[in-house]
């Protein structure tokens, strides 16, 4: 049985501060991670994939990946209000037939102004 | 663009009865995903299809759900007889050739009385 973990949190930060983001993951041989993003009500939005160990920058977002300690996070820079949502953790395989994504729980986020 | 596309966005229904949600994939999408979304368990991956053929039911509960893909750009999900316990917001998704990123419809809010 696959399983991601997140801590449900809720995590506040202050406007502003960095959110740090975890997840960790049971299968070795999981290649694809991802990062969603789920407004209340609303559906969950892709903000951010990685597929290498090391570090991913997308605008005030960094994924970062160790597939040897099979864990991956989310930071987010310079907090925003608007970044208070629940925070969805995905992993998957690679290439035809690994099309399943195990999704952690989420970890809800609360950015207080 | 436009996403994936689903209906009714609303449901409440008695229970016993059928319920019959409908997706249509992104254009040129041929990976259609149902999932359910509770508290309790998350997000859960009911059945995949890969070019109209259903790939994988493994996570379909139970013999009361039933999903169909006729076409491209059309499928359903249904419920019958319908339970209280089938009370969640079903999403559906799609995927094209971009590494296993999956794209979420708005959901179906579901309420079993």
């Known amino acids: 049985q696959k399983e991601v973990e997140q801590n449900s949190g809720p995590l506040s930060v202050p406007e502003g501060a960095i959110a740090s983001l975890n997840c960790t993951y049971s299968d070795r041989v999981s290649q694809s991670f991802f990062w969603y993003r789920q407004y209340s009500g609303k559906s969950p939005e892709l903000i951010m994939s990685?597929?290498?160990?090391g570090d991913k920058e997308d605008g005030r977002f960094t994924a970062q990946l160790n597939k040897a300690s099979q864990y991956v996070s989310l930071l987010i820079r310079d907090s925003q209000p608007s970044d208070s949502a629940t925070y969805l953790c995905a992993v998957g395989g690679l290439g035809a037939g690994s099309y399943q994504l195990t999704f952690g729980k989420g970890t809800k986020l609360s950015v207080i102004p | 663009d436009a996403g994936v596309i689903q209906s009714p966005r609303h449901e409440v229904t008695e229970m016993g009865q059928e319920v019959t949600l409908r997706c249509k994939p992104i254009s040129g999408h041929n990976s259609l995903f149902w999932y359910r979304q509770t508290m309790m368990r998350g997000l859960e991956l009911l059945i995949y299809f890969n070019n109209n053929v259903p790939i994988d039911d493994s996570g379909m509960p139970e013999d009361r759900f039933s999903a169909k893909m006729p076409n491209a750009s059309f499928s359903t999900l249904k419920i019958q007889p319908s339970e209280p316990r089938d009370s969640a917001v079903y999403f559906c998704?799609?995927?094209?050739?971009?590494?296993?990123?999956?794209?979420f419809g708005e959901g179906s809010w579901l309420t079993v009385v």
């Open positions: 990685i597929y290498s160990n």
């Open positions: 998704a799609s995927s094209g050739t971009v590494r296993n990123t999956i794209y």
